[in-house]
């Protein structure tokens, strides 16, 4: 799988948006971008995936850029509760089990 | 709340000890991951089960041995482990048929190695 790379850390402060960028200069035409994130003492969930569009869903927005080699996970008002560790991991559609998670970055929200 | 439960959610043991760790989900999904979780590095898969059979085995040291009796449980039965094996193993699950798999994820079992 491509590597994707992220900053090690953030920092938000509470109801502000946070934007998390994910580098991923050598992907292929047929890695889709997922974002998984893991609470303090909880195992990782799913947050959002994409291939070309801009995605948004009920707990998240994802902004891909134009040539794919980048993109941003958006949390519109970060709470409290979104302090975690994000991880963004580039996967093929249909070409196997592995999610490969990489350092990821962690997420600090202030009050 | 996941779907996804393990037990126990905290085991310590010493190096000659055997335990077992447990997974089950309630998701009705037909494939099923552990993963280790050491500090200061990244998530690592063990193990892949697909429709109950092992698809995936990273060179895991044969101490920590598998067992997916049907789709809905899986185990990791620890033997003679090294403090180093001290981590949290994480299980996770998924469905197969769908292009996503996105994987739903356990609440993990802290292990620490005596």
């Known amino acids: 799988d491509a590597k994707t790379t992220q900053p090690n850390s953030m920092e938000s402060n509470e109801e502000e948006p946070v934007h998390l960028p994910c580098n991923h200069s050598t992907i292929s035409g047929t890695d889709y971008i997922h974002w998984y994130r893991q609470l303090p003492s909880q195992g990782p969930e799913y947050v959002i995936h994409?291939?070309?569009s801009n995605v948004n869903n009920r707990m998240a927005s994802l902004a891909i850029a134009e040539d794919r080699k980048s993109s941003t996970l958006i949390l519109h008002r970060a709470t409290l509760r979104d302090a975690a560790v994000y991880y963004c991991i580039l996967r093929k559609y249909n070409a196997g089990n592995m999610l490969t998670f990489g350092g990821g970055t962690r997420l600090m929200v202030k009050p | 709340e996941t779907g996804v439960t393990q037990t126990p959610r905290h085991l310590v043991m010493g190096m000659t000890n055997k335990k077992s760790l447990k997974c089950e989900q309630h998701?009705?999904?037909?494939?099923m991951y552990w993963y280790k979780q050491s500090a200061k590095k990244p998530l690592e898969l063990m193990f892949v089960?697909?429709?109950?059979?092992?698809?995936e085995n990273n060179s895991v040291p044969s101490r920590f041995s598998p067992e997916c009796p049907n789709s809905s449980h899986l185990f990791l039965h620890l033997h003679t482990l090294q403090p180093e094996d001290s981590a949290l193993y994480l299980c996770?699950?998924?469905?197969?048929?769908?292009?996503?798999?996105?994987?739903?994820f356990g609440p993990g079992t802290r292990l620490t190695v005596l």
């Open positions: 996770a699950s998924s469905q197969e048929e769908t292009g996503l798999r996105e994987q739903f």
């Open positions: 994409g291939l070309t």
């Open positions: 089960y697909s429709l109950e059979e092992r698809v």
């Open positions: 998701l009705g999904h037909n494939a």
